[in-house]
């Protein structure tokens, strides 16, 4: 069983920055930790992901560029962070961390769904003024 807790998030004017963090309270190199959100009236999409034993990172088309996830040092690797920069009014949505020990695309699997996933945060507002 891994239990999700997530930090961070609140309100930022556009053009600002935000960092989210995930903990996970059971680790091994086996597991992917991605970032879901969403927004009101729209489906659950995927953000990014990092397989944490391969540092693959994957990320969303939308983002590219703007959000980077990362694996928190030697000493807290089981926490994982995203780092969101140039933020956007359409970035505003409820952000949920998630975790599975599925495949990697570089194996034949997928991170973009959100059925990949079995283990999920309780979610953190992200909200972005205009």
């Known amino acids: 069983q891994v239990r999700l807790v997530e930090s961070g998030g609140g309100s930022v004017q556009a053009g600002g920055s935000l960092r989210l963090s995930c903990t996970a309270t059971t680790f091994n190199n086996a597991l992917c930790m991605g970032w879901f959100r969403q927004a009101p009236g729209k489906e659950r999409e995927a953000v990014a992901a990092?397989?944490?034993?391969?540092?693959?990172?994957?990320?969303a088309d939308s983002v590219k560029g703007r959000f980077a996830i990362s694996q928190d040092n030697a000493e807290n690797k089981n926490t994982v962070s995203l780092q969101m920069n140039s933020l956007k009014p359409e970035d505003t949505a409820l952000y949920y961390c998630a975790a599975d020990y599925h495949k990697s695309p570089q194996y034949g699997g997928s991170w973009l769904g959100s059925n990949e996933y079995v283990y999920w945060g309780q979610g953190t507002q992200v909200t972005v003024s205009s």
């Open positions: 990092i397989y944490t034993g391969l540092g693959a990172r994957y990320y």
